[in-house]
C-alpha cells in the first residue's frame, strides 16, 4: 500500500543531474501531508522493538523525514553534513564516488559512545553515502542500528552493499 503510494507520487526527471540519469524526485511527496504520516508510521511500524538513541540525517534530503522520524521515535536527531556546513568541532569522513571524492561531517559531540544510530537517507542508490556515514559513526564509537530510505534503487546494489553494516535495512519502495 504505502510502496503504491509513494511511487505513484515519485516523479521521474529524465538527464538529471546529467544525462542519461533519470532522478527519482521526492518532491511531490512533500505536497501531501497524509502520505508524510503514512511513510513516518510505516518507518516507525518497522523499527519496533530496536533500540535506537539517535536518527542520523544525511544531507540534504535525509533532513526531511529524518527529524520527523527522529521526533516519532523520541531520539535526538543527527545532522550528517558535507564538510564546513556545521560550525562546531567536528569529524570529517573522506570517501570515493564515481567522480571524485566527497565528504562528510559530524559533530564530535553529536552522541555518546555506543550510542545506537540509525541512519536515514531519502534515498539509496549504491550506498557510498551512508556507508561513509557508518564508518564515521563506528570511528565515534557509535554503533549503526540500521538504516531507513524512503526510495531503493535496487538495480545499483546499495543494499547489497550496506546489509553488513547493520540487522536491520528499512526500504519503502523500490526500483
Do not use: W
Amino acid at each position: 500500500m504505502i510502496d503504491t503510494a509513494i511511487k505513484a507520487a515519485i516523479r521521474d526527471i529524465p538527464d538529471f543531474p546529467k544525462p542519461g540519469i533519470v532522478f527519482k524526485d521526492i518532491t511531490p511527496i512533500l505536497k501531501d501531508p497524509a502520505l508524510c504520516e503514512n511513510i513516518l508510521n510505516a518507518f516507525v511500524e518497522q523499527l519496533q522493538g530496536m533500540r535506537i538513541d539517535a536518527v542520523a540525517g544525511v544531507e540534504s534530503r535525509g533532513f526531511l523525514f529524518g527529524l520527523s522520524l527522529a521526533g516519532r521515535l523520541g531520539v535526538p536527531f543527527v545532522p550528517v553534513r558535507k564538510a564546513g556546513k556545521l560550525p562546531h568541532t567536528v569529524k570529517q569522513k573522506v570517501y570515493e564516488l564515481e567522480y571524485g571524492s566527497a565528504t562528510i561531517e559530524l559533530h564530535t559531540d553529536a552522541f555518546e559512545p555506543g550510542s545506537h544510530i540509525l541512519i536515514h537517507d531519502d534515498l539509496l542508490a549504491t550506498g557510498g553515502t551512508v556507508t561513509a556515514a557508518s564508518e564515521l559513526i563506528d570511528e565515534m564509537g557509535g554503533i549503526v542500528a540500521g538504516f531507513t530510505f524512503v526510495v531503493g534503487l535496487g538495480f545499483l546494489k546499495g543494499r547489497e552493499r550496506i546489509e553488513t553494516l547493520a540487522d536491520k535495512v528499512v526500504i519503502l519502495t523500490e526500483y
